[in-house]
């Protein structure tokens, strides 16, 4: 599920990922073969009228009830409906204008209604003939058009109305714009910004492997199926069983980026600004040029266009050279002066428009590369003004030059959202403001960390400084004054941020009307934490004691309260689940809070209320808070817990806290049931109900009693009463054991409403029956007290984040109610250990959860609400488990990600130590130190030439831990990784008997590429592509001169598009029912809504196009699969990073499209490159490399190669044999696949021998009548008859010599279609050709299961498989 989870940042509440049905694989389903098997005959596969798919129990369609949860009513069906009658509105048809530009031929610009009139400024500063414009006006009859009107508010513009391009005079700023504008265009081949991770630039490589673009190359290719012509050879790095690991082809060269240079210089003069007399003859500015013909011209930029001068560099002269060429565009200019420019410019902008535009937009966030080629470092007017001026905090672009960032980031918040048109543009809105605001912050705290701001209290010592730069906030990661003294000093000062952004995150997406939060980043660079914050108006006028009026500034000692800040506050009580409670301030006051004490309430001078510091909007984890006097559950001990932790702020995560709401919901309706039914078995209660009760007092056992298990929805009307309610809040089996309970990925999806709890609201409302009969009462009282709801006569659970703090005191009437909360807290640090941490390791068995780097694997426990912190648990735990052989990629990444983590708190603080001047030194030895098996790696410290020692004494105070400071020469590889054993031990928990890099390799089976990888992504160091020597014992790795740069690592909210949300999941419940023209329809809907929300780049679009391009393969779009995929690759490499797991999926999913259509040399490629990034991102020994290699072998097979071909296969039979057991359908699909080839071989024994394998699985696993079992066995003899005849004829030779007569053999070379029919299975994509009937008894089937989904829910939990696409069942 992770790495497939479709990049939802883990932390965001609001979504539901998207393909979490396990591409990988069936672990889970062999055990549930039984249930499809009698579905798959009654299909009777012989009839073919229509193609539905079906896929596992795809046929078993589930319901809509994700969407119907999100707003924890079913209210949403009837909002659905509107939703789709307002999308309509937005979709006015689109008309054709015709556009005139000065010197060109008019031509058709397709335009709609909503746009305004400066994208089609836009379109045609993009389009090859006109983009060297960009001083100029539209016009319409004469009537120059508003930049910023909508099209459809301007009179008499229709169906093929004429604008004019019109050029206006030049200002200084447009004359600014237009030569950025051209150093764009010159530039817009160099992937320079890309390496240097600047202006939203990111890396996209497939064009390299598709030869340009899929469509065209498609139509070229088709003619004449080439086999011959294929070079099928894959280098020698990626076959099976390899060692090496090279890091050069990880950035394959690019013919395109050796870009033809057009001018050798394009700069500002040297006699800028022009003097006033030549101001007021037109001046704007001077240019100066050198172009590729040796010529050095001088340009002046005038407000009638641009013209040749006769000033040189030392004499300054602005008459107009002759002859002057005043042209209104420099390009056109630069044409007539240097042929070579003009040849250049129009064949760089001819590639320039033949790049997909997804290699060219901007993302929203900034995506660093960590690895780069040496990239000369060329002259650039623009960057170096850049780095000069807008860099210090004002941008020219913008009126008013710097940004209030607070008012935009609370202005886009308070936007009407009644109707969808509304709720799209606030979301627009709210999302391009994070987005800038994110890479705003990002370049102040670099600035602050180098040492270029100001800081606000420079008297104070380094650590102390708070900084004010554009308008943003900064305070760096410190334990200023004592503050978090009692709660862990510095650790707990570098924990409190992202505790907080976390805060601000789950606020933000409860998103109560009147409730205001910071716009907060957390950037950590160069071994510093910076914590962005944008500024209330007026706070810095104030004293922070007057300002704030709700909460406490010194952890609960003085505590006040405020009834508007109550107010808004309980709206958000329900969704977070905080309780509202009573704590006693320093006069013994009792005062209400409805937040933890820290989280403070400020009016700011703009009259909104603010909340700030929500450090503890969650509960705190039990299992790393040791109090004295407090016994944990057995759970919890026997795992050896409460451990003492860094810090005292460790709390639970959101998607813990939901997963376990939702667990205990489940035991509360069973308890309900069970005893509603007790009551009507037997009229007498007045004995049954203690015995009753007892059984309810367990609740922190992870399996329920028997005696509660079964369930009663259906049986006794009065319990279904109680739960016809639940149907839209939960979706698993009421009686399914908590293990299978909740995945935390379904509950994060309602953050808005607490499902359970508004159940029970309307269920006081609508359920008068059972609940005023007294009995009845006493039922939910009972199972009310057993679960710890806070209500008696409702399922309501809450907690009380004030719990266990220091210093906190609660008044003495809530003394019950403290030690149920208590109670509380253990349970739930409890269920994280007994259920959540056994589920993931269930998922990963069954591979409904696959990681494949530390990144995804990350993700895969956030989902289930387990923190980092929990990896060593995690580990132990796989350890002890019986099948630990199947998790050995598990654990191999584990014990990687846990060894990077240790390094880098290790290297945060060693960097800290470094002055800038020594940081590559001092970065290089730390990685040899890491990974160079090299045993006495040496320091270079800088030459001493360089360090006059008198001036950096001076300096010392400036820069955050500046100095002359060479500490960090002296660590050694032994030491470092004696620290990195220590740090496992006390922070995870965990033993590593380690010495050094090679123990580790060696015991765990890591790669060293893996470990340089995750250890610079985690630390933003960027690194020389090259091929390193790790091993070798005479020479470290690494020099300085391979570290390149290093980049900031940053934490920010990612605000949600939540209409096209709802669509995108109505759409897959719509594919899983099997209507996939009604799912396909509303999934592109959800795309256009994305588009709307998040521009053209963005992860969850990413998801969009590849479920899309799934649909369209499943109903034989070929070709739009392949538009829909090559975008959806483009998009991952840009927005994710070209070697993310994601990234390799999409690559995989693209060559099975790409071989459909016929183009198969292509496929190859793309697969080859999965490979090579699969290999580099965790091992060969990873069950995901069984699937490519199943791909590579059967694409090979295809084209005829059939020894590479059996290398892969074979290879891939080993790997599932081990992760799937020998006795899986997977291992029978492989044997298969292999005897296949070996037929094509003609070496029919092997082939006779491993198809007999894969028959005796069948037999086995679907008993002897099963289709596929038949098909085994038919196979078989076909086999026997072609070995005998073979044996015959070579016997007759043998007999009769050459005058032998022989009968033809047939050796079949593998038809395409088959080749691709067995991709489509172990791809997961299966065709069940179906009649009319069928097809009536599917819907019928669907909606019994719908039906008795109402009732009591089907055996089989949801959220296990919300994509049944995405599962990879080998059976048709």
Known sequence: MVSKTDDIPPSVPNCKPVDLADEAGDGAQDSKEGSKTHLKDSCGCGHSADTAMVNGDGAHGHTDEAESKQDGSAEVDGGEESNEQEVIVIQDTGFTVKIQAPGTEPFDLQVSPQEMVQEIHQVLMDRE????????????????????????????????????????????????????????????????????????????????????????????????????????????????????????????????????????????????????????????????????????????????????????????????????????????????????????????????????????????????????????????????????????????????????????????????????????????????????????????????????????????????????????????????????????????????????????????????????????????????????????????????????????????????????????LEKTSRPLKVQRHNVLNEKNDSVELCSSVECKGIIGNDGRHYILDLLRTFPPDMNFLPVDGEVLPPESQRQGFPRQHRHRLACLRQELIEAFVEHRYLLFMKMAALQLMQQKANKDTKTETPAITETAETPTESKPDATQTPTASSDSPSATDISTDSTSTTDNDTSAAPQTAMDGEENSSKPTTNGPLELTATQNGECKSPLEDPKSREVVLNACKAVGSISNTSFDIRFNPDIFSPGVRFPDDSTDDVQKQKQLLKDAAAFLVSCQIPSLVKDCLDHSAVPMDGATLTEALHQRGINVRYLGTVLEFVDKTPAKAQLEHFYRIGISELITRCAKHIFKTYLQGVELSALSAAV???????????????????????????????????????????????????????????????????????????????????????????????????????????????????????????????????????????????????????????????????????????????????????????????????????????????????????????????????????????????????????????????????????????????VLHGVMEYDLSLRFLEYALTVNTKYHGPRSLKVALSHHLVARVYESKAEFRSALQHEKEGYTIYKNQMGEAHEKTKESSEYLKYLTQQAVALQRTMNEIYKNGSNASIMPLKFTAPSMASVLEQLNIINGIIFIPLSQKDLENLKAEVQRRQQLQELGKSEEPIEDSPLELEDKIPID
């Open 924 to 1194: 290089s030895h730390f990685l040899n130190c890491f990974l160079s098996s090299f045993p006495d790696a040496v320091a270079h410290l800088p030459p001493d030439e360089l360090v006059s020692r008198r001036k950096s004494r001076k300096r010392r105070n400036r820069v955050p831990g500046g100095g002359d400071n060479t500490a960090w020469a002296s660590l050694t590889p032994s030491e470092l990784w004696k620290n990195i054993a220590s740090e496992a031990q006390s922070y995870y928990h965990f033993t590593l008997q380690c010495e050094s890099v090679d123990q580790v390799v060696e015991k765990y089976g890591l790669q060293k590429t893996t470990l340089l990888r995750e250890i610079s992504v985690k630390t933003g160091i960027q690194i020389l592509i090259k091929e390193y020597n790790f091993d070798s014992r005479h020479k470290p790795a690494f020099t300085e001169e391979d570290i390149l740069n290093i980049f900031p690592v940053v934490k920010h909210v990612n605000p949600k598009a939540s209409d096209a949300f709802h669509f995108f999941q109505s759409g897959q419940a719509k594919v899983q029912q099997g209507f996939l023209k009604e799912g396909c329809e509303l999934i592109n809907e959800a795309l256009n809504l994305f588009n709307n929300v998040y521009g053209a780049m963005h992860v969850e679009i990413c998801a969009c196009l590849r479920l899309l391009a799934r649909l369209n393969y499943i109903m034989g779009d070929h070709p739009e699969a392949l538009s829909n995929q090559q975008k959806a690759v483009l998009m991952s490499e840009r927005v994710l990073g070209i070697e993310h797991p994601n990234t390799i999926q999409e690559y995989m999913h693209l060559a099975l499209y790409c071989f459909a259509n016929g183009q198969l040399s292509t496929a190859l490629k793309l697969l080859y490159r999965a490979r090579y990034l699969l290999l580099l991102v965790c091992s060969e020994d990873h069950p995901e490399m069984a699937l490519l290699d199943s791909n590579i072998g059967l």
């Open 129 to 568: 003939d006109t983009c060297h414009r960009t001083c100029f006006s539209l016009q319409l009859d004469g009537n120059v058009l508003d930049n910023f009107a909508e099209l459809k508010s301007i009179e008499g513009l229709q169906e093929g109305s004429l604008l004019k391009v019109v050029e206006e005079p030049y200002t200084v700023r447009e004359a600014r714009i237009h030569v950025r504008h051209i150093r764009d265009l010159l530039k817009s081949l160099d992937p320079s910004d890309a390496y240097n991770g600047v202006d939203c630039n990111s890396l996209s490589f497939l064009s390299i492997f598709t030869d340009g673009d899929l469509g065209d190359s498609g139509k070229r290719k088709k003619k004449g199926n080439e086999l011959e012509q294929i070079d099928c050879t894959p280098p020698e790095h990626i076959l099976p069983g390899s060692k090496d690991r090279p890091l050069v082809p990880l950035q394959p060269q690019n013919k395109d980026w050796k870009p033809m240079q057009c001018l050798k210089v394009l700069t500002m003069s040297g006699w800028n600004p022009p003097p006033g007399n030549r101001k007021m003859h037109g001046d704007l500015m001077y240019l100066y040029i050198v172009t590729v013909e040796e010529r050095h011209v001088s340009i002046t930029a005038s407000t009638r266009g641009f013209y040749l001068n006769q000033s040189t560099t030392y004499t300054f002269n602005p008459k107009p050279a002759n002859p002057s060429f005043l042209s209104h565009s420099l390009v056109e200019l630069l044409s007539q002066i240097s042929p070579a420019f003009k040849k250049n410019f129009t064949a760089l902008q001819k590639k320039r428009v033949q790049r997909h535009p997804f290699e060219r937009i901007a993302t929203p966030f900034q995506v660093y590369s960590w690895t780069a080629p040496q990239v000369d470092h060329a002259m650039d007017c623009v960057r170096a003004e850049d780095a000069y001026t807008s860099r210090l905090g004002y941008e020219e672009h913008i009126p008013g030059q710097t940004r209030d960032w607070n008012e935009e980031l609370q202005t886009t918040r308070e936007l009407p959202r009644k109707n969808l048109p509304e709720r799209l543009l606030r979301e627009r809105a709210i999302f391009k403001v994070h987005s800038d605001f994110a890479a705003a912050a990002t370049r102040g705290a670099m600035a602050v960390i180098d040492g270029n701001v100001m800081a606000i209290n420079p008297g104070e010592e380094t650590r102390m400084q708070m900084f004010i730069w554009n308008n943003i906030f900064f305070s760096l990661g410190f334990d200023v004054r004592d503050h978090y003294r009692e709660l862990g000093g510095d650790a707990a000062a570098h924990a409190a941020p992202t505790n907080d952004l976390n805060g601000v995150r789950a606020y933000g997406a409860v998103d109560v009307e009147g409730l205001y939060t910071l716009g907060t980043v957390v950037v950590d660079y160069r071994g510093y934490r910076v914590t962005a914050q944008s500024i209330i108006p007026g706070i810095l006028e104030r004293e922070q004691e007057q300002s704030v009026i709700y909460g406490s500034i010194d952890f609960g000692k003085t505590v006040v309260s405020h009834s508007k800040y109550l107010e808004l």
